[in-house]
Structures are given as C-alpha cells and as structure tokens.
C-alpha cells in the first residue's frame, strides 16, 4: 500500500473546497475542518460515496436496489486508486455486541462441538450425530471389534400388522430384535411376529457385523440403512455384553435414547437470543442442562468479552485438536476488542445503547480483527468529541489499521487530534474557490523559485533512477521542458515534485520549499481518467453555463433550477441516456454497440428547458454550436471566454461545444483539458504534463504548445517532458538530465534559462 496513491481530479462542486486531491494510501490522515465544512463532504460524498458507488456497479440492477441504489456520482473528471472504503462505525450496525463482533455463530458451532448436555432421564450424555459423526463414535468403540447388531428402531402409530412383517421381509429384512434376542419375521407364523404383535416400536435388524476388514464401511451403510427407515434413529446393540448405543441424527440421549428438545445452539443460529429465551422461560431447566467445558451455558448470559475469552481458553485446554482451531478463530475476533480495553462490555448489550466510545472503538477493533488489508476507513463522527481514554486509543487502534495497508480517513478540527495524523489536509488553505481571485499576471514572470532538496530521512523507495541527492532550483511561471535520454529519470522527477507537493511529507524523497505554489496539478492523470463526457463538459463550462441559463427570465419565472441545466445532475437532462445523447449497448460477442438515444434524439436535455432561452439561444442550441461560435456569442462572460479562446487557439475551434470525447482523439482531449483550465489558471498552480503532443504533426504541435502558453501567461508554471509541443526551443527554461539511462541517469546536467542560452 505504501507509495499507492488516489488522485481525484476536477470536482465541481464548491462544497467540496478542492477541485483535485490526491492522497497517498496506507497512512493515517486528517482533512483538516468542522463537521460542516467541504472536508466533510469531500470524506462522505466523494472517498466514501464514490467508492460504494463503484462496488454497487459490479453488482446485479436487483443487489443495487436493495444496497439503495447508486446514487447520484459525484461531479468530477476522473478518480484514479480509490480502495475500496469503508465507514467506521458502520451506519447500519446494530443486534448485540456478539453480533457486531461476528462470534455469534462460531458460539454456535463451538457449542454444537464442545458442549455436553446430561440426559434428564438417565443422566448420560445426550448428542446430534450426523451420519459420519456416528460411524465415526462407533469405530472408536467397541462395535468394530465385538459382533454387534445395527437396528431401526421403527416407531409405529399402532402394533405391527402382517403387511408391515411382509413389507420388511421384501425389503430384505427378515428379522427383528425382540427382548436382546433376534428372531425371524418371514413366515406367517415366524417366532418374530408372534413375539412383537403387540409393541408400537419395532426394531428391525439392519445388519449383523462381525468383525472384518470390511467392517467399516458396512457400518457406515447399516448406520445410514437404519437412519432412513427409523426417522434418523439407529440402535447398536454389542452382543458381548448387551449393552446398546443410540445414534441418533436428533438430538438426543447415547444411552437411552431419549429424545431431547431442539438443543440451544440450534435456536442461536436462527437470531433467538439468550436473554429472550431466559425472559420467555424464566429459570432454566437445570435437570437438561448444557455445558461448556464444565459451566452451564446459560452463564454466557451474563458474559463480557473478557469472561468470553477466559472461558474459551479452558475450552480450548480440553478440545480435540481440529476443535482448538474453532476456538482461535473465535478467540481471534475478541483479541482486538481487549487489546482497545473493551474487555468489560457485555456481550448482549445492545449496540445502539452503547456510548460513543464504546462504538468507535468496537468497530476499530471489529475492521482489525476482519485483517482485510488495502482499505480506506473513513471515521464518521470526529475524534475529539471522545474523552482522552477513548481518544488514545482509537488513534492507537487506527493506527494497527495502517499498519495492516490500510488507510484512515478522518476529519477534524481540534488541533491536539489534528496533530495525530501522519497527513494533514488543512482544508482552508486548500481551499480552491477563494474569495480573493488572485489576477493573472501579465508579464508572464513570477519571482517564485521551486527548490528541490533530497529529504534526509528519504527511504528513496520510488526514485526510479534519479539520484537521491538531485538538487534543483526552477523559476516559476516559466515552461520548462524537461530533457534527457530515455530512461534518464524525466517521467520520475514530475511524479517526485508531484509527491513532494501534495502533501505527502511522510512519504516523498524530495522536500519543496520556498514557492508560494498552491496546486500541482498532473495533466496526464486528469486526461487518463476522463470519463465520456462532452467537449462543454471537458473545458469544465457546464457549472457557468447553467448558472446563466438559471437567471434568464423564464427560468426564474419556472423557478429552474440551475442544476437543470447541467449534464452531471438529473433534473433537466434526458432521463433515458441521463445526458449522454446515446446509449451504449453491451453485447456479449461483439463490440459494443452505441446508438443515439431514441428520447431525446441526441440533444441529450428534456423539451422542457428548451423554452428558457440565452439572447435567443437555448441550451441545446449552445450545445450545438462550435467552440468558436461558442466564444463569440459568450464573449462577456470573462472566464468562460478566455476558456473559449484558449481552446480555440489550439485548433479546436470547429468542434460543436456537444462534441462526445468517445469520438475525438486523445490529443483533442489533452488540449481541451488543457485550455479548461485556462480560465482559472494563475500563479499559484503548477501543472506537470508528460509527453505533450507526442505524436502530432507540427501544426497540431504547435496548438498544443500554444494552449500550454495560456497557462504560463497567466502566471502559472508548467513543467513538461520533451515531446513535439513542448523542446528546449520553444521552452523558457531547459532542464536537463543524465547523462545516459537507468543508472547512467538521473542526475542534473544542466538547467538554464533557453533566453540565455541563445
Ligand atoms: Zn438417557
Ligand atoms: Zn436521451
């Protein structure tokens, strides 16, 4: 899990207060803010909500349902490495404290194995034996080595007739056991019939063994012969000395037979609980009484997890081998629970009625105790609403979590818990949606310099072949190009700067300093992971323009709102391809089919907001028109234009604003990306892009170096690899690495200004 990261690009909701984030997993982190604030929305909604949603969509349309459906996805470019996620404590939780910690049914079996109940008539050892079971006792006794006789005791309504005689007889059974001595029914007037006219349980002779090799498994087959005609009752007589052994597949006394109620354990795996029955039948009866390793069961009443724990390891001093595996796995899913000082809660309490604490801590230790590695845990409620007892141990427990592999996610704002964490998120300062918009500069320059220094401590774990002791200082607001042979570290040092800058101090090789940078966004990961959407949707125009659809007359005068006229949300789109315009078929032995949807016929909105109209235009008339047709007709809404712009200039002008990215090159989608944040980019971002326009022609080349060129002009800096858009010419800085590949490279060569050089 160490060095995995998740990376959530272009959320755009404000409530979120970032619009990227990436988190390296297998740490303990805190997003750092109140209950209310976008740090809580960014934890629930988006690392929780987004993760269920992608395990719902693996299951069938009916499993969806019953979970509560998918939900609305959250509005966003692409979410890369999300783990699967888990809430703690688990909103659904409740039964009794066994119930959450999963002991209820290993109780169960380790009762049904290991506990004795004496018979009430005879005082003998009462059992349920399965057919194995039963052979398996009977082998360990006498009968394999002694002449015994395996009888069903059939139970009749009344005494036997002369067509049950004959039916046995046919059935290949001749005779009978009648006071310890057999005799034959297969005659009219056989000794056997005379004797047994008048009993209303006849048992029949299965099978007479003597002792052979063969006996085994005759047993077996007359044990189960036996079973089946005498409703899951067999008898074993030893004829050395008389004596019989019940079998029985109920539950019931060895020795005499006697038929016991259904036992306790049973009742346990249907949810009856032990308090209920003891309030239903008050006192127990003590005649039948069950125990485990020598105490009554019905102790376990009145049990903690302590006394749970202590009693199962007398059990387990007393038990069978294969049945001491039974008690560790159970005793296993205690251990956490003390180890967190929960050794005193009661076993039936009720989990609704436990403290707050006590929830939180019982479901640390329940997610340590189910050892499922690579998860994130996302904390519900924050840690200092606990008391410093619970409070320190729940970090510690949190703690066990990560090392495990798993990751914690936890919101706070009470710097003491805050300072727990190995990362923190400080949601305010990250806060993308800044009141303050901070005005591109228009010389292009920024006084900032980026500093890369080895950290000391760096266990140089990803450094691929940089060198561990790379020392750099780059100017901001500049494009560099990144240049070296192939393998000589390029793609390495984005990704270390990357690390270095968003936030992962514990884990990155290179410590960043004195730069004012705010965001480091990597392009290649936002491109990666866009999902099919539309060109309006990629150059991130859909929140303004439903925001100017939402003021026009007639949507105040309907009250629409503003959400009814965004793609992302339902409301105003087409509910049958929910905005796509198309539907994808997927069809098992060919490619997938799309077809323009049959509903909307492609304009991808519901007739209903067609009315509301933009200086004449609606929202499907904006969709339809090009990018340049776009910029004209918007050019007072300033970010929107210079978005329009950007991407015009990179040669996308001729592509209508519904333009699917299923259809378009990867290249068009990395300009679009590109020119999208060009409205919003300023001083404070720093955007890595690998290879760009590696593979275009040299005008397509150039529209891409163009678009980077928005960026740098608005005082943001942009680090690139050398590709076609992007070379030691057309750059403003030029950094290069090697000398040679692998561990030839890695280090710095050069890095100077491309003006100086010239
Ligand atoms: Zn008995
Ligand atoms: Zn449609």
Same mark, same amino acid.
């Given at each position: 899990m160490k060095g995995r990261r998740l990376s959530i690009h272009g959320l755009q909701a404000s409530r979120y207060g970032v619009e990227d984030l990436e988190l390296p997993l297998g740490q303990l982190i805190c997003l750092c803010g109140g209950v209310a604030s976008g740090a809580h929305a960014l934890a629930q909604e988006v690392l929780l909500g987004e993760s269920r949603r992608r395990f719902l969509?693996?299951?069938?349309?009916?499993?969806?349902?019953?979970?509560?459906?998918?939900?609305?996805?959250?509005?966003?470019?692409?979410?890369?490495?999300?783990?699967?996620?888990?809430?703690?404590?688990?909103?659904?939780?409740?039964?009794?404290?066994?119930?959450?910690?999963?002991?209820?049914?290993?109780?169960?079996?380790?009762?049904?194995?290991?506990?004795?109940?004496?018979?009430?008539?005879?005082?003998?050892?009462?059992?349920?034996?399965?057919?194995?079971?039963?052979?398996?006792?009977?082998?360990?006794?006498e009968a394999v080595s002694a002449r015994s006789l395996v009888v069903a005791p059939m139970r009749l309504t009344q005494p036997p007739t002369d067509s049950v005689y004959d039916e046995l007889v046919r059935a290949g059974f001749p005779r009978v056991l009648v006071e310890g001595q057999v005799a034959r029914i297969d005659a009219d007037d056989a000794e056997g019939r005379a004797l047994t006219r008048r009993v209303s349980r006849l048992d029949v002779v299965i099978d007479r063994l003597v002792p052979s090799e063969a006996t085994p498994s005759r047993l077996g087959e007359a044990i189960r012969n036996a079973r089946a005609m005498a409703q899951g009752q067999a008898l074993v007589r030893i004829e050395q000395d008389g004596s019989e052994r019940w079998f029985s597949r109920q539950f019931s006394c060895r020795a005499c037979g006697w038929q016991g109620e259904q036992p306790l354990w049973d009742r346990w795996l249907e949810g009856i609980d032990l308090l209920d029955q003891l309030d239903s039948e008050g006192e127990p009866d003590r005649a039948n009484e069950t125990r485990l390793a020598g105490r009554p069961v019905w102790d376990l009443a009145g049990c903690s997890i302590g006394e749970l724990d202590l009693w199962l390891v007398d059990v387990g001093e007393h038990a069978a081998e294969d049945h001491k595996s039974l008690i560790g796995h159970c005793r296993s899913k205690l251990t956490p629970a003390l180890e967190l000082g929960l050794g005193s809660i009661g076993l039936w309490r009720s989990w609704n009625r436990l403290a707050f604490g006590e929830r939180t801590l019982l479901s640390v230790a329940v997610a340590i105790a189910s050892r499922l590695g690579g998860l994130m845990y996302v904390v519900q409620?924050?840690?200092?609403?606990?008391?410093?007892?619970?409070?320190?141990?729940?970090?510690?427990g949190?703690?066990?979590?990560v090392e495990a592999g798993g990751t914690v996610v936890y919101v706070d704002a009470a710097p003491a818990v805050v300072a727990k964490a190995q990362l923190v998120i400080d949601m305010a300062t990250a806060d993308a949606d800044s009141p303050t918009e901070i005005p591109p500069r228009s010389d292009g320059a920024s006084e900032g310099v980026l500093i890369l220094?080895?950290?000391?401590?760096?266990?140089?774990?990803?450094?691929?072949?940089?060198?561990?002791?790379?020392?750099?200082?780059?100017?901001?607001?500049?494009?560099?190009?990144?240049?070296?042979?192939?393998?000589?570290?390029?793609?390495?040092?984005?990704?270390?700067?990357?690390?270095?800058?968003?936030?992962?101090?514990?884990?990155?090789?290179?410590?960043?300093?004195?730069?004012?940078?705010?965001?480091?966004?990597?392009?290649?990961d936002v491109i990666d992971h866009a999902r099919p959407q539309t060109l309006m949707q990629l150059l991130t125009l859909g929140r303004d323009l439903a925001r100017l659809f939402a003021a026009t007359p007639l949507a105040q005068e309907h009250q629409i709102p503003a959400q009814w006229f965004e793609l992302e949300r339902p409301g105003g789109r087409c509910a049958r391809c929910e905005g796509q315009g198309e539907i994808l078929h997927r069809l098992d032995f060919v490619e997938d089919l799309l077809v323009v949807c049959p509903e909307c016929e492609g304009r991808r909105f519901k007739e209903e907001i067609f009315p509301a109209t933009l200086r004449g235009a609606s929202m499907v008339d904006l969709l339809e028109m090009t990018v340049a047709e776009a910029e004209r007709f918007l050019h007072r809404e300033k970010r929107m234009h210079a978005i329009l712009q950007a991407a015009t200039a990179s040669g996308?002008?001729?592509?209508?604003?519904?333009?699917?990215?299923?259809?378009?090159?990867?290249?068009?989608?990395?300009?679009?990306?590109?020119?999208?944040? $060009?409205?919003?980019? !300023?001083?404070? *971002?720093?955007? @890595? /892009?690998?290879? %760009? +326009?590696? &593979?275009?022609?040299?005008h397509g080349a150039r529209q891409t170096h163009d678009v980077l060129r928005k960026l740098v002009s608005r005082g943001a800096t942009v680090l690139a690899t050398r590709a076609? $858009?992007?070379?030691? !010419?057309?750059? *403003?800085?030029? @950094? /290069?690495?090697? %000398? +040679?590949? &692998?561990?030839?490279?890695?280090?710095?060569?050069?890095?100077?200004?491309?003006?100086s050089a010239a």
């Amino acid at each position: 899990m160490k060095g995995r990261r998740l990376s959530i690009h272009g959320l755009q909701a404000s409530r979120y207060g970032v619009e990227d984030l990436e988190l390296p997993l297998g740490q303990l982190i805190c997003l750092c803010g109140g209950v209310a604030s976008g740090a809580h929305a960014l934890a629930q909604e988006v690392l929780l909500g987004e993760s269920r949603r992608r395990f719902l969509r693996a299951l069938s349309p009916q499993e969806r349902e019953q979970l509560g459906g998918l939900g609305y996805p959250v509005e966003m470019t692409g979410a890369d490495g999300l783990p699967p996620a888990q809430p703690l404590p688990a909103p659904g939780a409740h039964g009794r404290v066994l119930d959450v910690l999963h002991v209820r049914s290993d109780l169960a079996r380790i009762l049904r194995s290991l506990s004795q109940t004496s018979c009430s008539d005879c005082g003998d050892l009462c059992r349920q034996l399965d057919d194995d079971q039963a052979v398996e006792l009977l082998q360990g006794e006498e009968a394999v080595s002694a002449r015994s006789l395996v009888v069903a005791p059939m139970r009749l309504t009344q005494p036997p007739t002369d067509s049950v005689y004959d039916e046995l007889v046919r059935a290949g059974f001749p005779r009978v056991l009648v006071e310890g001595q057999v005799a034959r029914i297969d005659a009219d007037d056989a000794e056997g019939r005379a004797l047994t006219r008048r009993v209303s349980r006849l048992d029949v002779v299965i099978d007479r063994l003597v002792p052979s090799e063969a006996t085994p498994s005759r047993l077996g087959e007359a044990i189960r012969n036996a079973r089946a005609m005498a409703q899951g009752q067999a008898l074993v007589r030893i004829e050395q000395d008389g004596s019989e052994r019940w079998f029985s597949r109920q539950f019931s006394c060895r020795a005499c037979g006697w038929q016991g109620e259904q036992p306790l354990w049973d009742r346990w795996l249907e949810g009856i609980d032990l308090l209920d029955q003891l309030d239903s039948e008050g006192e127990p009866d003590r005649a039948n009484e069950t125990r485990l390793a020598g105490r009554p069961v019905w102790d376990l009443a009145g049990c903690s997890i302590g006394e749970l724990d202590l009693w199962l390891v007398d059990v387990g001093e007393h038990a069978a081998e294969d049945h001491k595996s039974l008690i560790g796995h159970c005793r296993s899913k205690l251990t956490p629970a003390l180890e967190l000082g929960l050794g005193s809660i009661g076993l039936w309490r009720s989990w609704n009625r436990l403290a707050f604490g006590e929830r939180t801590l019982l479901s640390v230790a329940v997610a340590i105790a189910s050892r499922l590695g690579g998860l994130m845990y996302v904390v519900q409620h924050p840690l200092s609403g606990l008391d410093d007892s619970s409070l320190s141990r729940t970090l510690h427990g949190l703690s066990r979590l990560v090392e495990a592999g798993g990751t914690v996610v936890y919101v706070d704002a009470a710097p003491a818990v805050v300072a727990k964490a190995q990362l923190v998120i400080d949601m305010a300062t990250a806060d993308a949606d800044s009141p303050t918009e901070i005005p591109p500069r228009s010389d292009g320059a920024s006084e900032g310099v980026l500093i890369l220094r080895p950290r000391p401590r760096s266990r140089g774990g990803d450094l691929a072949n940089l060198d561990p002791g790379l020392e750099l200082d780059l100017p901001l607001g500049q494009l560099v190009c990144v240049d070296g042979p192939s393998g000589s570290g390029k793609s390495a040092l984005l990704w270390q700067i990357a690390r270095a800058l968003s936030g992962s101090g514990g884990d990155a090789d290179y410590a960043i300093d004195g730069t004012h940078l705010r965001r480091c966004i990597a392009l290649n990961d936002v491109i990666d992971h866009a999902r099919p959407q539309t060109l309006m949707q990629l150059l991130t125009l859909g929140r303004d323009l439903a925001r100017l659809f939402a003021a026009t007359p007639l949507a105040q005068e309907h009250q629409i709102p503003a959400q009814w006229f965004e793609l992302e949300r339902p409301g105003g789109r087409c509910a049958r391809c929910e905005g796509q315009g198309e539907i994808l078929h997927r069809l098992d032995f060919v490619e997938d089919l799309l077809v323009v949807c049959p509903e909307c016929e492609g304009r991808r909105f519901k007739e209903e907001i067609f009315p509301a109209t933009l200086r004449g235009a609606s929202m499907v008339d904006l969709l339809e028109m090009t990018v340049a047709e776009a910029e004209r007709f918007l050019h007072r809404e300033k970010r929107m234009h210079a978005i329009l712009q950007a991407a015009t200039a990179s040669g996308l002008g001729a592509m209508p604003l519904m333009t699917s990215t299923r259809s378009v090159d990867r290249l068009v989608v990395q300009r679009a990306v590109v020119a999208g944040y $060009a409205g919003r980019a !300023d001083q404070r *971002d720093l955007f @890595l /892009l690998e290879r %760009p +326009g590696e &593979g275009e022609h040299e005008h397509g080349a150039r529209q891409t170096h163009d678009v980077l060129r928005k960026l740098v002009s608005r005082g943001a800096t942009v680090l690139a690899t050398r590709a076609q $858009a992007v070379t030691p !010419d057309t750059a *403003d800085w030029h @950094l /290069l690495l090697g %000398p +040679g590949s &692998g561990v030839e490279g890695g280090r710095l060569v050069s890095s100077k200004s491309t003006a100086s050089a010239a």
